[in-house]
């Protein structure tokens, strides 16, 4: 674990104690679509999900690949004054296509000064052995993270998002890609319909037993244009408050293992997208108000794990 004055290991930390400075990501949309998408699983997407597909608000995606990241380091360098940088493959489902599709698109992203690692998301039933070849070969020689969406282990709750997969299939990612020498993230949401404390943690525990390196936990929140803003439209119903996140969040921490390096612990939209809960654009006050709770209780990330 980080031994910054943190209660948890950020990733920040983790960066600074593997690079030796800060490194900065490079988000980008690689033009990939989903099976939940092009009708394979199912079509629209996740309940949740709009268009632009988690992309960030930022990215140029009528640029290529290449441009994009090019464009992606020009600002990081104009306003951080940046050096190293990690190429983050983050719209929609980036190992969706054929191996040999893949490697072309992955071949756009490497020979940039600075860059130290590259970040994959996408979901755990687009991954094989063969994609994570691909990987291997196309990034040899920096830090690779994959990242794969979960959100819940509650088989319910997934049908009710229509994820289109189930546990298993997370489970099966993980295993594969433990066979790799790359970083193995999760994206969890907290605050999904019909969940409960005890569910929403035992997500936590199960992802604790099953050894990732790295969590992003999210605010259910709900954007425009997706079938979720639909449903909360016509019946809205009721979404967690930032004084129900915040000590749930820190009951997380409490029970993951020290060692999983926190990518993420809240939920961010741009304003003119969101429909709700409004607090989520208050990023600042809930991160500090995390850590306030944690200092409240004299706790810290880990302090009651037990394998």
Aim: proline share 5%; net charge positive; charged share 25%.
């Amino acid at each position: 674990m980080s031994l910054s004055s943190f209660p948890y290991y950020r990733f920040s930390d983790y960066l600074k104690e593997t690079f030796g400075e800060k490194v900065y990501r490079v988000p980008l949309d690689a033009g990939f679509s989903c099976p939940n998408r092009d009708g394979t699983k199912g079509i629209g997407g996740c309940i949740y999900c709009d268009a632009r597909g988690s992309a960030a608000p930022f990215v140029r995606r009528e640029l290529s690949v290449r441009e994009q990241i090019q464009d992606g380091i020009e600002r990081v360098q104009r306003r951080y004054k940046a050096r190293k940088f990690i190429v983050y493959f983050q719209a929609f489902s980036n190992t969706y296509e054929p191996p040999g599709i893949l490697e072309k698109v992955y071949a756009q992203a490497v020979g940039f000064d600075g860059m130290v690692g590259v970040a994959i998301a996408t979901r755990p039933d687009c991954i094989d052995r063969e994609r994570l070849e691909v990987i291997r070969k196309m990034f040899s020689g920096f830090h690779v993270w994959l990242e794969y969406g979960l959100q819940t282990i509650h088989e319910r709750t997934l049908g009710w998002m229509q994820r289109g997969h189930g546990v298993d299939a997370f489970v099966e990612a993980v295993r594969l890609t433990r066979s790799y020498p790359f970083r193995v993230g999760a994206h969890i949401i907290f605050g999904l319909p019909g969940e409960t404390r005890e569910m929403m943690l035992e997500t936590v525990r199960f992802l604790a037993e099953l050894g990732i390196d790295d969590l992003k936990i999210h605010m259910l929140h709900i954007l425009k244009g997706t079938h979720l803003a639909d449903i909360y439209t016509k019946a809205p119903f009721e979404l967690l408050t930032m004084e129900e996140y915040i000590p749930l969040v820190c009951d997380a921490l409490e029970i993951l293992p020290p060692s999983v390096v926190i990518q993420r612990l809240t939920g961010d939209a741009p304003k003119e997208n969101l429909v709700a809960p409004s607090w989520i654009l208050k990023k600042g006050e809930t991160l500090h108000g995390i850590r306030n709770e944690l200092k409240r209780r004299g706790t810290f990330q880990g302090i009651y794990w037990k394998k």
